[in-house]
């Protein structure tokens, strides 16, 4: 498979356009929202006997003690422990879809979250900005593509990997209320992937980082 895109480039680094913060380092908060859209996405030499598609966006890079995260005197040193940041969840894309166009599920941040489930290219679950925003004015239920907002004080540059996986089932057998999360997508695929394909983007939002 081939996934291609005209809103990313493989190892470039990642508009705002896309993310869900972007660098603001002369304001009081050092971010503001970006755009928040959804990227174009594109996948061809689909394999026979493909009957659905996944497509899954997570960030191996974020800190797993986030204590420090957006710390004012506090910085996260590279070589910190990191740990998995899941930002789409896309299931059951019908198999003769083979293109997400860019903002077409995501236009925008919504305060306090998207609602997860159902949509026209397939059932999308919660990702983790919900954990993330807990107990904050932002606090909700993320549902759907939010992008990049690595800590600002993370002296790491994150990597975002857009994976599509072409199935050998129509349905992961998830529920349609979108109410699971990244590893229950990853049981899920186990003995179903027929192919795969993705991106790999980079994002920060430190300054000082280049």
């Not at 497509?55 to 797993?64: Q, S, T």
């Amino acid at each position: 498979m081939l996934l291609t895109s005209t809103s990313l480039a493989d190892g470039a680094r990642i508009a705002p356009t896309f993310a869900f913060c972007t660098a603001a380092p002369d304001s009081g908060d050092h971010t503001t929202h970006g755009d928040d859209r959804n990227p174009h996405l594109a996948w061809s030499g689909v394999p026979e006997g493909t009957k659905s598609f996944a497509v899954v966006v997570h960030d191996p890079d974020v800190p797993a003690d986030a204590s420090d995260a957006n710390t004012e005197g506090k910085t996260i040193p590279p070589d910190a422990e990191r740990t998995d940041f899941f930002h789409w969840l896309l299931v059951d894309v019908p198999s003769e879809i083979r293109e997400i166009a860019e903002g077409a599920l995501s236009d925008g941040v919504v305060q306090n979250g998207r609602k997860p489930g159902r949509t026209t290219h397939g059932i999308e679950g919660t990702n983790d900005f919900t954990g993330f925003l807990a107990g904050s004015p932002m606090e909700g239920t993320y549902g759907g593509y939010d992008g990049p907002c690595p800590p600002w004080n993370d002296e790491a540059v994150h990597h975002y990997h857009f994976t599509v996986y072409a199935l050998d089932t129509e349905s992961l057998g998830l529920s349609e209320d979108g109410d699971w999360r990244g590893p229950d997508v990853l049981d899920a695929l186990d003995g179903h992937v027929l192919d795969q394909a993705e991106i790999v983007g980079t994002y920060t939002t430190n300054p000082d980082v280049g």
